[in-house]
Antibody, heavy 117, light 109 residues
Framework: EVQLVESGGGLVQPGRSLKLSCAAS????????MAWVRQAPTKGLEWVAS????????YYRDSVKGRFTISRDNAKSTLYLQMDSLRSEDTATYYC??????????WGQGVMVTVSS | DIVLTQSPALAVSLEQRATISCKTS??????????MHWYQQKPGQQPKLLIYEGSNLASGIPARFSGSGSGTDFTLTIDPVEADDIATYYCQQSKDYPTFGAGTKLELK
């Protein structure tokens, strides 16, 4: 059974940093692209970043480019999202997703990130 | 960015057919594949993949869900609607950097 378990969320002040982790199990992690998708409170879904299976290439939405870094450790079957210079508009539930061919076929339960002073 | 447009809400009766539409600002087909996918999200839960590449049923999804369309016009059909289907439905394209529609909330009449 595919499982994705996020951790690392919480309350953080504007301008500070936070690092999310996603522990994957139930599939061969190193074979799949992975991604982060977020959802602001009462809003829709928004793709944040993707990473190839080797980690050699990464892709970001414009609003997080230069502030967020997606990475992975295939030996640990873990996906990361380093979030720097956080803004209030980054407040959202962040979902770790398995992302073959640009779709999102499995989702974690999500982790809440609140950016507020 | 490719913009996806969905109606905000749809009211339907149980055991009737629900048709949810998604229109894209650009063609999302390429080499015969429609890069359009559909998700269901219930309150307090993570989204779940229902349909991929326009019309393919994802693993474990009941056959009362189906997807159709091509180019810029796509439809998710639920027939018949069951009480467990009350949720918000999102379309998503992967022809370019991924974008989602704003979601259609399926409500009971």
């Amino acid at each position: 059974e595919v499982q994705l378990v996020e951790s690392g969320g919480g309350l953080v002040q504007p301008g500070r940093s936070l690092k999310l982790s996603c522990a994957a199990s139930g599939f061969t992690f190193s074979n799949y692209y992975m991604a982060w998708v977020r959802q602001a409170p009462t809003k829709g879904l928004e793709w944040v970043a993707s990473i190839t299976n080797s980690g050699g290439s990464t892709y970001y939405r414009d609003s997080v480019k230069g502030r967020f870094t997606i990475s992975r450790d295939n030996a640990k079957s873990t996906l990361y999202l380093q979030m720097d210079s956080l803004r209030s508009e980054d407040t959202a539930t962040y979902y770790c997703t398995r992302a073959p061919w640009g779709l999102f076929d499995y989702w974690g339960q999500g982790v809440m990130v609140t950016v507020s002073s | 960015d490719i913009v996806l447009t969905q109606s905000p809400a749809l009211a339907v009766s149980l055991e009737q057919r629900a048709t949810i539409s998604c229109k894209t600002s650009q063609n999302v087909d390429n080499y015969g594949i429609s890069y359009m996918h559909w998700y269901q999200q219930k309150p307090g839960q993570q989204p779940k993949l229902l349909i991929y590449e326009g019309s393919n049923l994802a693993s474990g999804i009941p056959a009362r869900f189906s997807g159709s369309g091509s180019g810029t016009d796509f439809t998710l059909t639920i027939d018949p609607v069951e009480a467990d289907d009350i949720a918000t439905y999102y379309c998503q394209q992967s022809k370019d950097y991924p974008t989602f529609g704003a979601g259609t909330k399926l409500e009971l009449k």
